[in-house]
C-alpha cells in the first residue's frame, strides 16, 4: 500500500468492521531544562569572583584562575577540543611586581574547521593590581563577566561542525598593558594574520547603561574614508542584536567642549585586548558604559546610575564586587546582560565561521533524502489502483467479456501515521481503458491524478499534487492458480515542501530555528511487479507464496529553497535517484457472499529485502549568503535493508459495476515504521 497509519488502526482493519484513524502521539525532545542563554556564563563568572579575587598579574591566584578557566573552557563529552594553558614571560610596569621578570598565561582553546581560516574570540580573566586593597578585587564586571561569556561560548558552539577555524583566548595579564593578547598576537605567523578572520573581544559587560559593539582603529584610512571591510564584524553584530530585540550601541563619537575631534572615532572603541589585534585584522570589542557621560565622552564614565558613586567601577575593590553591583543594580541585570551577550555573540561566531550554512546544508541533504523517500511511497501507492483491479477481477462470478474494451475508474482515500509524516492523506483518482484479449489476460492504460498532504513535517513535503500516465498487464483471474500484476507509471510532481534548519547547543539552547517554505517539481517512474501462486483449496479457501518487485527513480530538479536575504537560504542541484526492493510473501484468501455480494478477505505477510535504499549520500548546493557552491556528504545510517510487512484487505463487489475496498498495511523489525490506511471504490462502465 502506499501511505502510513498505527498499528493501532490496522487492528481495527484486522476485525474488518469500521475504519479508524489513528492518534498521534507526541514527542518531546529530552533536553536539559536548565540550559539557557548565560547561565554557564553567569556560574562562571561568580566562582572567579567568590573562589579567585586579587587573580592580578604574577600572583598566586592568577594562576589558579587560569586552571579554573582551563577547566571551564573543556567542555567534556561534547567536543575533542581541549583547552591548553600557555604561559609567557611579562614585566609588569606597575604594582608590586614592576620590573620584574614574572609569568603569566593565556589559556587556549582550538575549535577546528575544514579551512585554515581562523575568528579569534577573547577575555581576559586577571584582575587590576591599581589599588591597595587588590587582594580582595573580586573584579566581576572588569572582567569575571567577559570571562564567564567567554567559557559560556567555548560551550555553545563545541561539538558544532564549523567551516573555519575558532580560537578561545582567556588572556592574562591584561590589567598590565594588554600583555597576554600582545603575547598571543605577537605569535601568530604571517599565514595566520592573513588567513585571519578577525578578532571578538569581551570586556566589562556588567556595569555600564548600555551594551556597546564598537571595531577597531583600522575602521577608517589614513584620510579618514571608512573601511568597510573592517567593521563587518562590528555591523554583523548590531543586525544580530537587533534581529534579537537586543539593544546594542555603538560610540557615537561626539567631541568634548574644547575639543576638535572625539576622543575615538564614531563607532571605534578602544583600551582593551582588542587593541592588540587592532591593525593585523578587523576586530570588534564587546563592552557596557555610556560614551555619552563624562567630560572627555571616552567611555570611562560607565553610568549615571545614582548608586554607583563617580559613576563607574573600573579596578576598586569597594565596587567591582557582586555586593555592590547587586545592590545596585538586582541581580537580574546581571543574568539578563550575560545572556544577552551570550544571545549575539553565540549567533555571531555561528555565522562568521558557517556554521549555519553547514547546518543548512545538512538539512538540504536531509529533505532531499526525504522527498525521495516519500516520492518512493506515492509511487508504490500510485499501483494500488492496478493491485485492486486485479482483486476484482478474480470476484467477478461471470467475466463481463471475453475479449474487447473494458473502460474503469478507481478513486481512492489514504490516511497516513508514521515516524516521517503524521497526520496525512492521500486522494487518488485515475481513469483507464482496458483489453481482454481473453479471460486470462488483460492490458490496459490510464491517467491517474493524486494529491497528498502531510503536516508536522520538519523536513519533507508538505503537499505533492502530481499527474502520471500508466500501463498495466494482468494474468490470471478467480479460477487461475498462476497469477501476474504488473503496473509501470510516470508521475509530474508540483511539490510544496518545508524545511527546517535547526541548530542547538549539546545541552538544548537554540541558536537558529529557520523554516523555509519552498516549491519544487519532480519526475517519478515506477514499476511494480508481482507473481503468486494460488492453491485452490475450495471454492473458499487460497493460499500461496508470492513475489514482488517494486522499482522507482525519482528526479528532482534543482530550486531555490528559502528567501535570499536569509542566511540558509540556499540553491540545491538537480539529483537522481534509484531505489529497488524485493519482498517474498505468504498470502491466504477467504471469499463469501455478503449479502449477496462476493466478497474476499486477504492476509499477506512478506519479508522485504531493500537491495537499492535510493537513499542520496551527497548533494551539491549554492548559499545565498556568499555564493559559494558546496558539495554536501553525509555518513548513511542503516536504513532497514530488511525488514517485514503485514497487509490485511477486504474487498466486495457490492454492485455488478462496483468494487469496493478497504486496505491496511504495516512494517515491522524497522526502526523506520511505516503504516497505511485506504479506502476506494472502482467503478466499471
Same mark, same amino acid.
Given at each position: 500500500?502506499?501511505?502510513?497509519?498505527?498499528?493501532?488502526?490496522?487492528?481495527?482493519?484486522?476485525?474488518?468492521?469500521?475504519?479508524?484513524?489513528?492518534?498521534?502521539?507526541?514527542?518531546?525532545?529530552?533536553?536539559?531544562?536548565?540550559?539557557?542563554?548565560?547561565?554557564?556564563?553567569?556560574?562562571?563568572a561568580?566562582?572567579?569572583?567568590?573562589?579567585?579575587?586579587?587573580?592580578?598579574?604574577?600572583?598566586?591566584?592568577?594562576?589558579?584562575?587560569?586552571?579554573?578557566?582551563?577547566?571551564?573552557?573543556?567542555?567534556?563529552?561534547?567536543?575533542?577540543?581541549?583547552?591548553?594553558?600557555?604561559?609567557?614571560?611579562?614585566?609588569?610596569?606597575?604594582?608590586?611586581f614592576?620590573?620584574?621578570?614574572?609569568?603569566?598565561?593565556n589559556?587556549?582553546?582550538?575549535?577546528?574547521?575544514?579551512?585554515?581560516?581562523t575568528?579569534?574570540?577573547?577575555?581576559?580573566?586577571?584582575?587590576?593590581?591599581?589599588y591597595?586593597?587588590?587582594?580582595?578585587?573580586?573584579?566581576?564586571?572588569?572582567?569575571?563577566?567577559?570571562?564567564?561569556?567567554?567559557?559560556?561560548?567555548?560551550?555553545?558552539?563545541?561539538?558544532?561542525?564549523?567551516?573555519?577555524?575558532?580560537?578561545?583566548?582567556?588572556?592574562?595579564?591584561?590589567?598590565?598593558?594588554?600583555?597576554?593578547?600582545?603575547?598571543?598576537?605577537?605569535?601568530?605567523?604571517?599565514?595566520?594574520?592573513?588567513?585571519?578572520?578577525?578578532?571578538?573581544?569581551?570586556?566589562?559587560?556588567?556595569?555600564?547603561?548600555?551594551?556597546?559593539a564598537?571595531?577597531?582603529?583600522?575602521?577608517?584610512?589614513k584620510?579618514?574614508?571608512?573601511?568597510?571591510?573592517?567593521?563587518?564584524?562590528?555591523?554583523?553584530?548590531?543586525?544580530?542584536?537587533?534581529?534579537l530585540?537586543?539593544?546594542?550601541?555603538?560610540?557615537?563619537?561626539?567631541?568634548?567642549?574644547?575639543?576638535?575631534?572625539?576622543?575615538?572615532?564614531?563607532?571605534?572603541?578602544?583600551?582593551?585586548?582588542?587593541d592588540?589585534?587592532?591593525?593585523?585584522?578587523?576586530?570588534?570589542?564587546?563592552?557596557?558604559?555610556?560614551?555619552?557621560?563624562?567630560?572627555?565622552?571616552?567611555?570611562?564614565?560607565?553610568?549615571?546610575?545614582?548608586?554607583?558613586?563617580?559613576?563607574?567601577?573600573?579596578?576598586?575593590?569597594?565596587?567591582?564586587?557582586?555586593?555592590?553591583?547587586?545592590?545596585?543594580f538586582?541581580?537580574?541585570?546581571i543574568?539578563?546582560?550575560?545572556?544577552?551577550?551570550?544571545? =549575539?555573540?553565540?549567533?555571531l561566531?555561528?555565522?562568521?565561521?558557517?556554521?549555519?550554512?553547514?547546518?543548512?546544508?545538512?538539512?538540504?541533504?536531509?529533505?532531499?533524502?526525504?522527498?525521495?523517500?516519500?516520492?518512493?511511497?506515492?509511487?508504490?501507492?500510485?499501483?494500488?489502483?492496478?493491485?485492486?483491479?486485479?482483486?476484482?477481477v478474480?470476484?467477478?462470478?461471470?467475466?463481463?467479456?471475453?475479449?474487447?474494451?473494458?473502460?474503469?475508474?478507481?478513486?481512492?482515500?489514504?490516511?497516513?501515521?508514521?515516524?516521517?509524516?503524521?497526520?496525512?492523506?492521500?486522494?487518488?483518482?485515475?481513469?483507464?481503458?482496458?483489453?481482454a484479449?481473453?479471460?486470462?489476460?488483460?492490458?490496459?492504460?490510464?491517467l491517474?491524478?493524486?494529491?497528498?498532504?502531510n503536516?508536522?513535517?520538519?523536513?519533507?513535503?508538505?503537499?505533492?499534487?502530481?499527474?502520471?500516465?500508466?500501463?498495466?498487464?494482468?494474468?490470471?483471474?478467480?479460477n487461475?492458480?498462476?497469477? *501476474?500484476?504488473?503496473?509501470?507509471?510516470?508521475?509530474?510532481?508540483?511539490?510544496?515542501? *518545508?524545511?527546517?534548519v535547526?541548530l542547538?547547543?549539546?545541552?538544548?539552547?537554540?541558536?537558529?530555528?529557520?523554516?523555509?517554505?519552498?516549491?519544487?517539481?519532480?519526475?517519478?517512474?515506477?514499476a511494480? *511487479?508481482?507473481?503468486?501462486?494460488?492453491?485452490?483449496?475450495?471454492?473458499?479457501?487460497?493460499?500461496?507464496?508470492?513475489?514482488?518487485?517494486?522499482?522507482?527513480?525519482?528526479?528532482?530538479?534543482?530550486?531555490?529553497t528559502?528567501?535570499?536575504?536569509?542566511?540558509?537560504?540556499?540553491?540545491?542541484?538537480?539529483?537522481?535517484?534509484?531505489?529497488f526492493?524485493?519482498?517474498l510473501?505468504?498470502?491466504?484468501?477467504?471469499?463469501?457472499?455478503?449479502?449477496?455480494?462476493?466478497?474476499?478477505?486477504?492476509?499477506?505477510?512478506?519479508?522485504?529485502?531493500? =537491495?537499492e535504499?535510493?537513499?542520496?549520500?551527497?548533494?551539491?548546493?549554492?548559499?545565498?549568503?556568499?555564493?559559494?557552491?558546496?558539495?554536501?556528504?553525509?555518513?548513511?545510517?542503516?536504513?532497514?535493508?530488511?525488514?517485514?510487512?503485514?497487509?490485511?484487505?477486504?474487498?466486495?463487489?457490492?454492485?455488478?459495476?462496483?468494487?469496493?475496498?478497504?486496505?491496511?498495511?504495516?512494517?515491522?523489525?524497522?526502526?523506520?515504521?511505516?503504516?497505511?490506511?485506504?479506502?476506494?471504490?472502482?467503478?466499471?462502465f
Open positions: 500500500m502506499t501511505i502510513k497509519l498505527s498499528p493501532l488502526t490496522l487492528s481495527v482493519i484486522a476485525a474488518l468492521t469500521m475504519l479508524a484513524s489513528s492518534q498521534a502521539t507526541a514527542q518531546i525532545s529530552a533536553i536539559n531544562a536548565d540550559a539557557k542563554y548565560g547561565a554557564y556564563g553567569e556560574e562562571t561568580y566562582t572567579l569572583i567568590r573562589e579567585h579575587a586579587g587573580r592580578y598579574t604574577g600572583g598566586n591566584m592568577e594562576l589558579e584562575a587560569a586552571k579554573y578557566m582551563q577547566d571551564r573552557m573543556t567542555i567534556s563529552n561534547a567536543s575533542d577540543n581541549q583547552a591548553e594553558i600557555r604561559p609567557f614571560k611579562v614585566k609588569p610596569t606597575r604594582g608590586i614592576k620590573d620584574q621578570d614574572i609569568t603569566s598565561h589559556v587556549v582553546v582550538t575549535q577546528k574547521g575544514t579551512t585554515d581560516k575568528l579569534y574570540v577573547g577575555a581576559h580573566y586577571d584582575s587590576a593590581i591599581a591597595p586593597n587588590y587582594k580582595t578585587l573580586e573584579a566581576l564586571d572588569d572582567n569575571a563577566s567577559g570571562s564567564g561569556v567567554l567559557a559560556e561560548l567555548t560551550k555553545n558552539l563545541s561539538g558544532i561542525d564549523l567551516e573555519h577555524n575558532l580560537q578561545f583566548i582567556a588572556f592574562g595579564a591584561e590589567e598590565d598593558g594588554l600583555k597576554g593578547s600582545k603575547a598571543f598576537a605577537r605569535d601568530l605567523t604571517d599565514a595566520q594574520k592573513a588567513s585571519a578572520l578577525g578578532m571578538v573581544n569581551l570586556d566589562s559587560l556588567i556595569t555600564g547603561d548600555f551594551m556597546y564598537h571595531s577597531g582603529r583600522n575602521s577608517y584610512d584620510n579618514g574614508n571608512a573601511v568597510p571591510e573592517n567593521t563587518t564584524l562590528r555591523d554583523n553584530a548590531h543586525r544580530i542584536a537587533k534581529e530585540g537586543i539593544e546594542l550601541k555603538m560610540n557615537p563619537g561626539l567631541i568634548p567642549e574644547g575639543q576638535t575631534k572625539p576622543y575615538r572615532p564614531a563607532g571605534v572603541g578602544c583600551c582593551s585586548d582588542q592588540s589585534f587592532d591593525g593585523l585584522m578587523q576586530v570588534v570589542g564587546f563592552e557596557s558604559t555610556n560614551w555619552e557621560l563624562g567630560d572627555d565622552l571616552d567611555g570611562y564614565t560607565q553610568t549615571d546610575n545614582p548608586k554607583i558613586e563617580d559613576g563607574y567601577t573600573w579596578h576598586d575593590p569597594s565596587k567591582d564586587n557582586e555586593k555592590y553591583l547587586t545592590e545596585a538586582g541581580k537580574d541585570h543574568s539578563q546582560r550575560m545572556a544577552d551577550y551570550s544571545r =549575539i555573540i553565540t549567533r561566531l555561528v555565522e562568521q565561521t558557517n556554521a549555519d550554512i553547514i547546518q543548512s546544508n545538512k538539512s538540504a541533504i536531509s529533505l532531499q533524502n526525504m522527498m525521495g523517500l516519500q516520492l518512493k511511497e506515492a509511487a508504490t501507492g500510485s499501483h494500488s489502483a492496478i493491485v485492486e483491479r486485479a482483486n476484482s478474480a470476484l467477478t462470478t461471470s467475466e463481463p467479456s471475453e475479449s474487447g474494451i473494458n473502460f474503469w475508474v478507481d478513486g481512492s482515500q489514504s490516511y497516513v501515521d508514521a515516524d516521517d509524516i503524521d497526520n496525512g492523506h492521500r486522494a487518488q483518482v485515475g481513469v483507464y481503458g482496458e483489453y484479449s481473453n479471460p486470462n489476460w488483460r492490458v490496459g492504460l490510464g491517474q491524478a493524486a494529491n497528498q498532504y503536516s508536522d513535517i520538519d523536513n519533507g513535503i508538505k503537499t505533492d499534487t502530481n499527474y502520471g500516465v500508466q500501463a498495466y498487464s494482468l494474468l490470471g483471474n478467480k487461475s492458480a498462476w497469477w *501476474n500484476t504488473t503496473s509501470l507509471n510516470y508521475s509530474k510532481h508540483n511539490l510544496d515542501t *518545508n524545511r527546517t535547526k542547538d547547543t549539546h545541552d538544548g539552547i537554540n541558536i537558529i530555528n529557520n523554516s523555509h517554505q519552498d516549491r519544487a517539481d519532480a519526475d517519478v517512474f515506477s511494480y *511487479n508481482e507473481l503468486g501462486y494460488n492453491f485452490l483449496m475450495n471454492e473458499k479457501v487460497k493460499h500461496g507464496a508470492f513475489l514482488a518487485l517494486n522499482y522507482s527513480k525519482v528526479d528532482i530538479d534543482g530550486y531555490n528559502g528567501a535570499v536575504d536569509s542566511r540558509t537560504a540556499l540553491t540545491v542541484n538537480s539529483t537522481s535517484s534509484d531505489a526492493d524485493a519482498e510473501g505468504y498470502q491466504m484468501q477467504y471469499n463469501f457472499n455478503f449479502k449477496g455480494a462476493p466478497t474476499k478477505l486477504q492476509g499477506k505477510l512478506a519479508y522485504v529485502n531493500v =537491495i535504499d535510493g537513499m542520496l549520500d551527497s548533494l551539491t548546493t549554492t548559499s545565498s549568503a556568499d555564493g559559494q557552491r558546496r558539495d554536501v556528504k553525509i555518513g548513511q545510517l542503516d536504513n532497514d535493508d530488511s525488514y517485514g510487512r503485514l497487509g490485511l484487505s477486504v474487498s466486495s463487489k457490492v454492485h455488478k459495476k462496483v468494487h469496493a475496498y478497504l486496505n491496511g498495511d504495516t512494517t515491522f523489525a524497522r526502526d523506520n515504521k511505516q503504516s497505511a490506511v485506504q479506502v476506494g471504490l472502482q467503478y466499471q
